[in-house]
């Protein structure tokens, strides 16, 4: 078992089949317990199997449904805005899951004109509350750059379980 793969399953860390291995273990603040990462092409079609991936893995590692759905939810904004508002070829998504928080980071490869910032909408307009829902949804949300300094990474921490704000109780 190569080196980096041990350390990982010493500290918790349950490596799905396709994600690489952070090395997080030691210095992360949200220990992290459970973590996948996958890519899709950046077009619209990829915003579906994008959630459809979260939910099936949120799923599998026994999250409740009110945090699945949240996800969902989160991962279709951020993924939407990656698609439509950066020139990137993919979009990657890494899912992190500690005891009582879900990370979702979006990264693409992009250089939109501005950084994604919440944006106040008209009434009649149909699009441009997709950050307004990934604040309501999330404990805190954020951008950095990519660790390959092209493109960002626009970033959801939501709770789960019992750490769910008064009044969301799991199904």
Do not use: Y
Request: aromatic residues 2%; glycine residues 8%; proline residues 5%.
């Amino acid at each position: 078992m190569p080196q980096l793969i041990r350390i990982a399953h010493s500290c918790g860390v349950v490596l799905s089949h396709d994600a690489p291995s952070s090395g997080l273990c030691g210095r992360s603040l949200l220990g992290h317990l459970r973590q996948d990462a996958f890519h899709f092409p950046a077009l619209n079609t990829s915003v579906a199997e994008a959630r459809q991936r979260v939910l099936t893995r949120l799923r599998e590692w026994g999250i409740d449904e009110v945090a699945c759905d949240d996800a969902q939810l989160v991962v279709s904004e951020l993924v939407t805005n990656a698609v439509r508002h950066t020139d990137s070829e993919k979009v990657s998504c890494q899912l992190r899951v500690s005891r009582v928080v879900v990370r979702i980071e979006v990264a693409d490869q992009g250089d939109a004109p501005t950084e994604p910032r919440v944006r106040r909408s008209g009434t009649d307009e149909e699009s441009g509350r997709g950050l307004l829902l990934v604040g309501a949804l999330s404990r805190e949300w954020g951008v950095r750059p990519d660790d390959s300094g092209h493109g960002r990474v626009v970033w959801a921490d939501l709770p789960h379980g019992a750490d769910l704000p008064h009044g969301r109780h799991p199904h």
